[in-house]
């Protein structure tokens, strides 16, 4: 065996994060990762955890926490730039002709998710507050993953091509559908959306989008070929969104203001979200009979939630004061569903390996 670690870079995709994302991760681990990775945690993730951690005990104030702000809203224009110059117009219109899936996955996203996320903010709200239930119907809204979406399928033997399409297509209406489904839901009290965070959402989302799909006939070669420069610009936009809002939380004192009580009660309300988006989108699969490879693909992208597409959009439609707060639930869910969805997919990889296994095994005999 050869001594050390052999590293490989790993690409991860624009709207979402990858079932095995991070930086650079290792072919031969020691026993720690190779458990954590065993259960679905990885490199990135850990960074995850790290970056709230520094947001908390580090926090950027002054000269510092400016910067950060200008680095943070560049690196998110440039993030949905190279998205638009990534996201291929054909692939959409190709993949767009499974109704079923697509028309299934968008209403598990845009109205199976929110009207669960209104239910469950308006039966936990007095235990959660207000930031916390805001940040849960914020997630309810929100588009789903693109790169583990298809990733997760892909090992569960699904129908890739409808994963490509139906992730695809949320994250494309998303973009619009999101800041109007919000400004729909918070219009009351100082939760609703203002005109400036409307027209923030355009110019820092919407039309580094729309240039990015006009320039795409001169730029997408070369964001297809160089994957590093979009995964390095999707994770780093994400931790340095991280940052930002649990820095600038950390400094006016929010997490003073939350009892230890409703982050607790934050992480039961999400892990019982999942589990019942996951057991409604599996049973709506077998109800309306599709078949394995398409229960996948709808199972995958109808129950996921962007952390690359909610973090961006959260920053440009909330007063920086509450990201923080609002996020929670998000990064909580994210971090639930890759741990969840990389056991159930597995689990379905090694049903479908167990048939050739076992004549494999017949025929040696």
């Known amino acids: 065996m050869r001594?050390?670690?052999?590293?490989?870079?790993?690409g991860g995709g624009l709207g979402g994060s990858s079932s095995r994302p991070g930086f650079w991760q290792t072919t031969e681990m020691d026993p720690v990762m190779s458990l954590l990775r065993r259960i679905g945690v990885d490199t990135y993730m850990?960074?995850?955890?790290?970056?709230?951690?520094?947001?908390?005990?580090?926090?950027?104030?002054?000269?510092?926490?400016?910067?950060?702000?200008?680095?943070?809203?560049?690196?998110?224009?440039?993030?949905?730039?190279?998205?638009?110059?990534?996201?291929?117009?054909?692939?959409?219109?190709?993949?767009?002709?499974n109704w079923r899936i697509q028309g299934m996955t968008f209403a598990a996203t845009y109205l199976m998710f929110p009207l669960l996320?209104?239910?469950?903010?308006?039966?936990?709200?007095?235990?959660?507050?207000?930031?916390?239930?805001?940040?849960?119907?914020?997630?309810?809204?929100?588009?789903?993953?693109?790169?583990?979406?298809?990733?997760?399928?892909?090992?569960?033997?699904?129908?890739?091509?409808?994963a490509i399409c139906a992730a695809s297509v949320s994250n494309l209406v998303g973009v619009v559908l999101t800041p109007a489904m919000v400004a729909f839901l918070l219009h009351q009290g100082d939760g609703g959306v203002s005109l400036d965070s409307v027209i923030k959402i355009g110019t820092q989302i919407l039309l580094p989008f729309v240039i990015g799909q006009i320039a795409r006939p001169?730029?997408?070669?070369?964001?297809?070929?160089?994957?590093?420069?979009?995964?390095?610009?999707?994770?780093?936009?994400?931790?340095?969104?991280?940052?930002?809002?649990?820095?600038?939380?950390?400094?006016?004192?929010?997490?003073?203001a939350i009892p230890v009580s409703s982050l607790l009660m934050l992480i039961l309300v999400v892990l019982v979200f999942l589990a019942i988006i996951m057991g409604l989108i599996a049973g709506a699969g077998r109800v309306f009979r599709l078949n394995a490879p398409d229960r996948a693909a709808l199972f995958y992208c109808g129950s996921t939630k962007s952390l690359a597409s909610g973090l961006p959009i959260a920053t440009a439609l909330f007063a920086a004061d509450k990201v923080g707060a609002i996020v929670l639930p998000l990064l909580v869910y994210h971090m639930s569903q890759l741990l969840v969805c990389a056991y159930i997919s597995q689990k379905a990889a090694h049903a479908l390996r167990a048939p050739q296994e076992r004549a494999v095994t017949s025929g040696a005999g």
């Open 3 to 10: 001594q050390g670690s052999e590293l490989r870079r790993t």
């Open 46 to 97: 850990l960074l995850l955890f790290a970056t709230v951690g520094l947001g908390l005990l580090l926090p950027a104030q002054g000269l510092a926490a400016t910067s950060l702000k200008h680095l943070t809203y560049w690196a998110v224009s440039l993030l949905f730039f190279l998205y638009g110059a990534k996201l291929d117009p054909k692939a959409v219109r190709a993949g767009i002709t």
């Open 117 to 162: 996320g209104f239910a469950l903010a308006w039966i936990f709200g007095p235990l959660l507050g207000a930031k916390l239930s805001l940040g849960l119907l914020f997630l309810a809204v929100l588009p789903s993953t693109v790169q583990s979406s298809i990733a997760f399928t892909s090992i569960a033997g699904g129908n890739v091509a409808a």
């Open 218 to 256: 001169w730029v997408g070669a070369f964001v297809q070929k160089h994957k590093t420069l979009t995964m390095v610009v999707d994770r780093g936009s994400i931790l340095l969104i991280i940052y930002a809002a649990f820095s600038r939380s950390t400094v006016t004192g929010l997490w003073g």
